[in-house]
């Protein structure tokens, strides 16, 4: 991969820049070059497309048990959300509730998605940053 499309792939991350078939109208995101419905139909026909960022939790876990470089977050929720354009994208919930909370309710709840930092390399001192979401009801 090019340092260019590098960038430009991390600057879609961030801004929630997905692609929008340009035959049925279905959003890709992280972005697509190729519609997984009509396929060759559509190829040439992609846009780019930014997402509202906002969907709601269709299915999530409580992480207990993480990689070091999370290890000080646990334990913590990571959802499937779908977004109100919908594609279905997984991200951590950063205000979730006790989870001895009843887990069902979680189900269907709205979430905003927020730029946060999502590891810091000690080493390095490099910080990883991307998306998350923020419940919102
Ligand atoms: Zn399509």
Known sequence: M???????????????VGTKCGSCGR????????????????LGKMENEKLSGSGKIVSYTIVHDAPDAFKAQVPYM?????????PRI??????YPQPDNDQDIMIGRK?????????????????????????ID
């Open 2 to 16: 090019s340092v260019a499309r590098f960038w430009r792939e991390q600057q879609n991350r961030y801004n929630f």
């Open 27 to 42: 959003f890709f995101f992280p972005p697509r070059e190729i519609c997984t419905d009509c396929r060759r139909k559509s």
């Open 78 to 86: 990571m959802a499937i959300v779908e977004l109100d354009e919908g």
């Open 90 to 95: 997984t991200g951590q919930i950063v205000n």
């Open 111 to 135: 979430v905003n998605s927020v730029f946060r930092k999502i590891s810091a390399d000690g080493k390095s001192g490099i910080i990883h940053y991307g998306y998350k979401f923020k419940l």
